[in-house]
Structure formats: structure tokens, C-alpha cells
């Protein structure tokens, strides 16, 4: 599968940003997506994820009440909705994709259990 990436940009701190990552092929719905960011001299760290089935989704705690993450099946879409941004939430943001299926309601954090990556999309916060 191919991820495509694309929504970042430069804001101002309180706005509002909306990430999509479409997915190439016919099996997205097999698949658990998530999204991750890295920092400028920081590692790559998990800031969402949501379950092949679309029913259970899980967030970094420095996100959570902020990011909502979703899909859209018919779009082979996953988005991250981003509200009230803050500067440190610059990085570059990827999605990437799990198709482990271990069952619909499934969904990982860890980076080692997603197969597939994008190329990665800016995403710069002023204050």
C-alpha cells in the first residue's frame, strides 16, 4: 500500500489544522492507521491511531482533547483533525499503516507494527 499525505502548513498557536493521508489499493479497510510526528532533533513518536474497524481510537496524551483522528472508507482517507495548536506541536506528521489485523477493534502505538509509511507533511506551529 502507498500513503499520501498532505494538509500541513504554518499556523498560528490556537489555530486549526485538518492532515489527510490517502492509501492506494483496495484493502484500507484491513488495515489499522495511525499518525505519527517527529520533531525537530526528536524521535518519531505516536500520536494517534484508530482501528481497521474505525470504532476504537487512541491518542498521545499530549494530543488528546486537541487531535481527532478518523476515516473515511469510501476516500480510503484517514484524517487528523488538529484544534487548538500549540508551537510545540511542530513536526513533520506521518501517517502509516498496520496490517496486522489482529481484530477490527485493534489499534497500536508503537512504530515497529506499522508496515507502511508516507512521506511525511510539515506542520509548523507560531506563537
Known amino acids: 500500500v502507498q500513503l499520501q499525505a498532505s494538509g500541513g502548513g504554518l499556523v498560528q498557536a490556537g489555530d486549526s489544522l485538518r492532515l489527510s493521508c490517502v492509501a492506494s489499493?483496495?484493502?484500507?479497510?484491513?488495515?489499522?492507521m495511525g499518525w505519527f510526528r517527529q520533531g525537530p532533533g526528536e524521535e518519531r513518536e505516536f500520536v494517534a491511531a484508530?482501528?481497521?474497524?474505525?470504532?476504537?481510537?487512541g491518542y498521545a496524551d499530549s494530543v488528546k482533547g486537541r487531535f481527532t483522528i478518523s476515516r473515511d472508507y469510501a476516500k480510503n482517507t484517514v484524517y487528523l483533525q488538529m484544534n487548538s495548536l500549540k508551537p510545540e506541536d511542530t513536526a513533520v506528521y506521518y501517517c502509516?499503516?498496520?496490517?496486522?489485523?489482529?481484530?477490527?477493534?485493534?489499534?497500536?502505538?508503537?512504530?515497529?507494527?506499522?508496515?507502511?509509511w508516507g512521506q511525511g507533511t510539515l506542520v509548523t506551529v507560531s506563537s
Open positions: 484508530i482501528s481497521r474497524s474505525g470504532r476504537t481510537t
Open positions: 489499493g483496495r484493502t484500507f479497510s484491513t488495515y489499522g
Open positions: 502509516a499503516a498496520d496490517p496486522s489485523g489482529k481484530n477490527s477493534y485493534y489499534l497500536t502505538r508503537q512504530r515497529y507494527e506499522y508496515d507502511y
